[in-house]
Nanobody, 114 residues
């Protein structure tokens, strides 16, 4: 079973930074990887994705502030979050996609205070 484990969440003041990391139990070379987030009472939304080769794709709300990266040797995908805003508060989920399969991490809470 493919398992994804997020870390790096926490509480930070507006304008601060956090770095999320997701460790995948299998080689990630074959996966498209991404980060999603979900605030209470809201739909889960895409934050950023990055395939094996190409350029990353970001939600417009985070473009210029967040950076997704992946390490195909360490089997990790990371999300560097800068200039955080209160509206970034959510549970952040790591996601891996391969063909017809989708895998999700357990989520990590990010809270940004004014």
């Amino acid at each position: 079973q493919v398992q994804l484990v997020e870390s790096g969440g926490g509480s930070v003041q507006a304008g601060g930074s956090l770095r999320l990391s997701c460790e995948v139990s299998e080689t990630i070379f074959r996966f498209n990887l991404g980060w999603y987030r979900q605030a209470p009472g809201k739909q889960r939304e895409l934050v950023a994705t990055k395939d094996r080769w190409g350029s990353p794709i970001y939600a417009e709300s985070v473009k210029g502030r967040f950076t997704i990266s992946r390490d195909n040797v360490k089997n990790t995908v990371n999300l560097q979050m800068n200039s955080l805003k209160p509206e970034d508060t959510a549970v952040y989920y790591c996601h891996a996609h391969e063909g017809a399969y989708d895998y999700w991490g357990q989520g990590t809470q990010v809270t940004v205070s004014s």
